[in-house]
C-alpha cells in the first residue's frame, strides 16, 4: 500500500510564495519520476513540473523562472517552491508519483488527494 500526500497550500497574496510538498509513504522500494499538476475551477488539470529520480527537472512555460521542483529521495518527498505567485496560479495543485514497490517490478502511478492554493488580494 502506498500513499501520497500533498501539504502547504493556502491563502497568499500576489507576489508570494508558498513551499508544496509531496510526500510518499507505505511499502516502498523506489519513487521515480514525481509530476506536480494543478486544476483550477472550469478548467481540465494540467502538468506544472516534473523531477526525475536522478534530479532532472522540466516545467510549463508559465510556471518557469517562478517554480521550483525538487526532490529528497530518502524522505521521498518532493517540494514544489512557489514564488511570485499570480492570482492564475489559483488551482488544486495534485503530485503524481511513480513508484516501485518492490526491487525489479513494475513501477505504479499514484495520486495525492489535492492542495489547494489561493492567490488573492
Known amino acids: 500500500q502506498v500513499h501520497v500526500v500533498e501539504s502547504g497550500g493556502g491563502l497568499v497574496q500576489p507576489g508570494e510564495s508558498l513551499r508544496l510538498s509531496c510526500a510518499a509513504s507505505?511499502?516502498?522500494?523506489?519513487?521515480?519520476?514525481v509530476d506536480w499538476y494543478r486544476q483550477a475551477p472550469g478548467k481540465q488539470r494540467e502538468l506544472v513540473a516534473t523531477?526525475?529520480?536522478?534530479?532532472?527537472?522540466n516545467y510549463a512555460d508559465s510556471v518557469k523562472g517562478r517554480f521550483t521542483i525538487s526532490r529528497d529521495n530518502a524522505r521521498n518527498t518532493v517540494y514544489l517552491q512557489m514564488n511570485s505567485l499570480k492570482p492564475e496560479d489559483t488551482a488544486v495543485y495534485y503530485c503524481?508519483?511513480?513508484?516501485?514497490?518492490?526491487?525489479?517490478?513494475?513501477?505504479?502511478?499514484?495520486w495525492g488527494q489535492g492542495t489547494p492554493v489561493n492567490v488573492s488580494s
Open positions: 503524481n508519483a511513480a513508484v516501485q514497490t518492490s526491487r525489479g517490478t513494475r513501477l505504479n502511478n499514484y
Open positions: 507505505g511499502s516502498i522500494f523506489r519513487v521515480y519520476t
Open positions: 523531477i526525475t529520480y536522478g534530479g532532472d527537472t
